[in-house]
């Protein structure tokens, strides 16, 4: 170990923008937002009073090109192993897909990336820091597998949900505790608000870990601001009227602050409001348009414009209410003098979700809430409902289980196209903030590097002086796909080949400047990202040999890492 940390010193030493006095074991805070778009935050231009996160930017480093793997159970495998999804064998959510297909082999192994649930073939980073030293603890949403509980994937602590996607913020009774048995905090009737509640267990859990004198790993995976949608009022104050203006005014401002922040080229222009992602629902919900578009905001009737107004303004308070909850955690950090000596990660699973259509549905109550497991039902189908007159002020509070719907998922991810499960920016891009005063000495700068989830695992590593295995209680392990950003930390280049993803059918790689990207079922598109990172002008018929080639590498990285073969159902048609 200590010539790992030798060689972690060494390689620090060698960036001028590094602090001189670089602790070669920081400890290791990683903060995951669920569907937070790319643009919500205030330092990547939004609107939203993101003040403690704004801060982190300004004493550490904002990634302008980040990406993460387009949805939760696939970002979060990836987030967690170093590997991509599939690999770890979640392509898709943590169904066994494998084992429901006949012919799929005694163990589904027919699907090796489709499994549900993370696989032998893959540690996490908690597995990894742990035998370097490292103490550890998760609170939030888990969902890489019913069956892999985060105690027995290296966690010592866990207080959050282990299953499913859209939680009730005001229903506690999802929330466990692992390993069972061990104390939790108990709220009276209307004080639990889950945000909140994270918050509160991950602070009990960092008292505990500093204890020890070790240096920590703790993994902070919120809910928010994923549908359901919801806002302690006082979060949420002052945002109807900010979104009253409509989300064509809101992705103007937002552009305008990018450019003006220096996050993108003053060039960039704003792509034409993406399509509605499913028309069956937009359809039958009364929302669909002439040209497939979300329409425009001045199109809609007063009401609905209303009712919308007040969805987006309870999603930006759930961003607000994670903020405060974040800056809840660096004061305690600054405390406890350990701020400047732990390095801050904060990113989003995937990009804002659209959901189905403009208008946004409305969840169903759930019965009887399990401990571990969040609220699991089909969305595609659920209804609109109009809120209106009094009950404007129910949305968003508890007894309402609202989306926001596709057109205000467009303009969190200004001024990109799409949106979550896409291959396309507005899928993947997610905004990265690295904070460590001990280790980087650059401040408020911006870093233009690729990068991707998969690198945590490999930055984790070299910080912390660990030693990624190639065995693990007997099973031969997946070398690690990802790259350490130390060197972008400094503002050296990652060196790799590529990045690639899938899912759903939905494909993408980028290489270099170029971008090969496709809707399941589709041609592929072809980007220049230097130039054209909004993706609207396709080259690929201008450049077919690039196409073919960049496509046959696609090809063989989707055999290697098992992404085919796939099951008949993992491909949606556009
Ligand atoms: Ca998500």
Known sequence: MMRNVLLVATALAGGGALAAATPARPNILIILADDLGWSDLGCYGGEIRTPNLDALATGGLRFTQFYNSTRCCPSRASLLTGLYPHQAGIGLMTSDQGARFPGAGDQGEAFPGYRGALNERCVTIAQVLKPAGYRTAAVGKWHVGDRELPTKRGFDDFYGFVSGYGVDSWEPRMMTRLPEGKPQRAYRPGEFFATDAITDHALDFLADLRKAGAPWLLYVAYQAPHFPVASRKDDMAGYPEIYAQGWDAIREQRLARQKKIGLLPVDTPLTPRSKIPHVVAATRMGSMTADG??????????????????????????????????????????????????????????????????????????????????????????????????????????????????????????????????????????????????????????????????????????????????????????????????????????????????????????????????????????????????????????????????????????????????????????
């Not at 571990?372 to 309402?400: C, F, M, V």
């Not at 080639?549 to 159902?569: C, F, G, H, I, Q």
């Open 293 to 574: 578009a979300n329409p425009a905001w001045d199109s809609l009737p007063a009401e609905r414009r209303t009712d919308l107004a007040q969805r987006m303004a309870v999603y930006a308070g759930m961003v607000t209410g994670m903020d405060r909850n974040i800056g809840r955690l660096l004061a305690d950090l600054r405390a406890s003098g350990q701020l400047d000596h732990t390095l801050v990660f904060f990113l989003s699973d995937n990009g804002a979700c659209a959901e189905w259509e403009p208008f946004g549905f409305e969840m169903v109550a759930p019965p009887n809430p399990q401990p571990g497991h969040g609220i699991n039902q089909g969305t595609q189908a659920l209804p609109n409902k109009l809120y209106g007159g009094a009950e404007l002020a129910r949305l968003g509070g508890p007894g309402s289980f609202p989306s926001y719907g596709s057109a205000w998922a467009n303009a969190c991810n200004t001024p990109w196209r799409l949106y979550k499960h896409y291959g396309h920016e507005g899928g993947i891009g997610t905004p990265l903030i690295a904070h460590w005063p001990a280790g980087v000495s650059a401040k408020g700068e911006f870093r233009a590097q690729p990068g991707h989830l998969i690198d945590l695992m490999a930055t984790c590593v070299a910080v912390a002086g660990a030693s990624y295995p190639s065995e693990w209680n007997g099973n031969k392990i997946l070398p690690c796909e990802g790259r350490s950003l130390v060197p972008a930390f400094a503002n050296k280049p990652i060196e790799r080949e590529f990045l690639a993803w899938e899912h759903e059918g939905n494909r993408a790689m980028r290489e270099g400047k170029w971008k090969l990207v496709s809707l399941a079922g589709s041609a592929w598109e072809l980007y220049d990202i230097d130039r054209d990172r909004v993706e609207m002008n396709n080259l690929a018929v201008a450049q077919p040999e690039r196409v073919t080639e960049m496509s046959a590498r696609w090809e063989a990285w989707a055999r290697r890492t098992k992404v085919l073969p796939r099951p008949d159902n993992a491909a949606k048609k556009q």
